[in-house]
């Protein structure tokens, strides 16, 4: 059973009613309610819970530092267990660099401490607690046992260097998805972020990119979609003979960012029969409203982030930040953004923030657009994601009461939250076992 630590914000009281016409209607109003709730967490109870997109810093996987400790960070153990989280997909992210032997060195030994930092999670810091999942069989296994489930992406191909068989090494080392590329061109496939100068390096994938694409079809790795450029991504689902994911993408009809996916993408992925991954990042789920509240409150956070001993980072600002710049940046950025909203909470009129309304809008417009089998939700915890009402793990049981306050089944519930996605898993495992 799911330990379920309710935030304030859907706590209700209810008080005692006088007989009368107005206090009737309150307290039917406020038995509802709490009925609501009280079914949404039965649901959120049963049904296994899984984010494709959490980001890490190996800092937290030490003997002495480690998830087992309610840390700072988005996600942890205690914030998973009080939030109901059931499924933390761990990612192996490097940024992008030189497309040189150098470069790709660099990048092999970050995606590799990253592999050993969760294995070392799952083997040696809280093997009672947690364990690797390569399949949605294990999924199911480990959930129902108790214990919370680690599953890895892998964020960039970069790391892949020139070397194919990199692929199948980080397979076996538990890697289930992989993109192509992240914000830079990479060596195997355009980025979305060509968008911003025209400027593109294969216009789509790259000789080596194809490769890439038949080599995890052949071993049953997932293409995730949510970094590469349009037109890579139309190439990937020509050359793919298995579904495609977009770990943690949103839609682009509601808010115009090249992270998302327009209306055509979305029908490539209704036909592919793959799944998009809705993401919790304010600047992809409400574009109008996360700026506003960012212009209001940048002065906020530089005034903190002073006061801290850093410099406050807007992304693209960080562009030009090393990886280990914005490791620094980014232990520090959660603190800044918390302390900083604090103070914005005191004043009048302060924009407000992107919430978990505006995430399910997404939901609700994927689902109407190509059906809710292609559907699925994702976070991007530490690693910018985050909105108000899932601001990390523990408050995940909210977006399943947004769910159940908008009519959502609770098989529909089930396959947003796990099923969809474990089901391209399998179908991308069963085109490899057949290869």
Same mark, same amino acid.
């Given at each position: 059973?799911?330990?379920?630590? @309710? ?26 309610? $709490? /009925? ?48 109901? @989280? ?10 992008? #660099? &030189? ?5 790709? !060195? ?14 070392? %999670?799952? *083997? ?9 999942? %390569? ?11 108790? +214990? ?20 199948? +090494? ?17 060596? %195997? ?15 789509? @994938?790259?000789?080596? =990119? ?54 055509? !993408? ?9 799944? $998009? !991954?809705?993401?919790?990042? !304010?600047?992809?789920?409400? /574009? ?10 940048? #002065? ?5 982030? &002073? ?9 693209? #600002?960080?562009?030009?930040?090393? *990886? ?18 604090? +103070? ?26 190509? =059906? ?11 690693? =910018? ?14 977006? &399943? ?9 609770? +098989? ?8 969809? %996605? ?14």
């Amino acid at each position: 059973m799911k330990s379920l630590y @309710l935030p304030l914000c859907i706590l209700i009281m209810v008080s005692s009613c006088k007989n009368d016409t107005k206090s009737s209607n309150t307290a039917t109003s406020n038995n509802d309610s $709490i /009925t609501l709730i009280e079914r949404a967490k039965a649901i959120h109870e049963r049904v296994i819970t899984l984010d494709t997109h959490c980001d890490i810093n190996i800092k937290n996987f030490t003997d002495s530092i480690n998830y087992t400790h309610n840390l700072e960070s988005q996600v942890n153990l205690p914030k998973m267990k009080a939030g109901g @989280l059931d499924v933390a997909w761990f990612i192996v992210y490097t940024g992008q #660099d &030189t497309l040189s032997t150098e470069g790709y !060195q660099k990048a092999y030994d970050n995606a590799m401490s990253k592999f050993n930092a969760i294995h070392k %999670l799952v *083997d040696d810091i809280a093997p009672n607690q947690i364990e690797l999942a %390569l399949n949605s069989n294990d999924v199911r296994r480990i959930s129902k046992s108790g +214990k919370k489930v680690a599953m890895i992406g892998i964020e960039n191909g970069y790391p892949v260097g020139t070397e194919i068989s990199n692929v199948e +090494k980080f397979y076996n080392l538990g890697a289930r998805y992989m993109s192509l590329s992240h914000n830079g061109h990479s060596q %195997l496939c355009d980025s979305n972020t060509g968008e911003e100068d025209g400027v593109w390096l294969h216009n789509g @994938l790259s000789d080596l =990119g194809k490769e890439v694409v038949k080599e995890m079809n052949r071993l049953g790795m997932m293409i995730d979609v949510s970094h590469p450029s349009k037109e890579s991504m139309r190439q990937m689902i020509e050359l793919s003979k298995a579904p495609i994911i977009a770990s943690h993408s949103s839609a682009r009809a509601l808010c115009d960012h090249s992270r998302n996916l327009d209306d055509e !993408q979305l029908e490539w992925m209704k036909q592919n029969g793959g799944v $998009i !991954q809705t993401v919790a990042f !304010q600047a992809y789920t409400n /574009t109008e409203k996360n700026d506003a509240r960012n212009k209001a409150i940048k #002065d906020i956070r530089k005034e903190i982030a &002073t006061s801290l001993g850093t410099t406050w980072y807007d992304w693209n #600002d960080m562009k030009g930040l090393s *990886d280990d710049e914005k490791n620094a940046f980014f232990e520090l950025r959660a603190k800044i953004i918390k302390l900083a909203d604090k +103070k914005a909470e005191n004043m009048s009129n302060f924009p407000p923030k992107v919430n978990v309304s505006d995430f399910v809008d997404h939901i609700d417009y994927m689902v109407k657009k190509i =059906g809710l089998e292609h559907v699925g939700i994702s976070s991007d915890f530490d690693g =910018g994601g985050g909105i108000e009402g899932w601001s990390d793990a523990s408050e995940t049981f909210n977006v &399943t009461l947004e769910l159940v306050k908008r009519g959502y089944t609770e +098989k529909e519930i089930e396959m947003l939250w796990s099923g969809n %996605l474990l089901r391209v898993l399998d179908e991308v495992q069963a085109v490899a076992q057949k290869s």
